[in-house]
């Protein structure tokens, strides 16, 4: 799948879940600068034709994406690549960064909360005298 000008693709190899392939190289996209704030992303239907999946897995890929702060489609007109993302310890790669742990710890069988209760007994743990 083709994304933006400079012509950075998609590519389906490797393993795992579809959409989280497509999550991931998005993301890493967007991370080092070759997504730029404001591009546009390709409809789901243009992208899962391009790539020959289910328009479920782009979707939820977008879904993700948006969910992590990464890409907005508030408007309704596409989705588009959400603002800079030039400072690694924005809220918004803290997001990504919790996005990325919560959907591994579910691909492992963990709930949200367990993962939550997780890292608070981390945080307790490191915290304590």
Do not use: C, W
């Not at 489609?73 to 690549?81: C, E, I, K, L, R």
Request: charged letters at 20%; a negative charge.
């Amino acid at each position: 799948m083709t994304l933006g000008e400079g012509e950075p693709e998609v590519v389906l190899d490797g393993a795992g879940p579809i959409h989280r392939r497509i999550y991931e190289q998005i993301r890493d996209l967007i991370a080092n600068g070759t997504l730029k704030p404001g591009e546009q992303l390709p409809t789901i239907r243009a992208a899962a034709v391009e790539l020959g999946v289910n328009p479920n897995a782009v979707a939820q890929a977008y879904a993700e994406l948006a969910q992590a702060g990464l890409v907005s489609d508030a408007d309704g007109s596409g989705t588009y690549v959400a603002g800079s993302q030039e400072n690694s310890s924005s809220p918004t790669a803290l997001a990504a960064l919790a996005a990325d742990f919560l959907a591994r710890a579910a691909e492992l069988g963990f709930t949200a909360e367990d993962a939550l209760r997780a890292v608070q007994a981390l945080h307790e743990r490191r915290n304590s005298p």
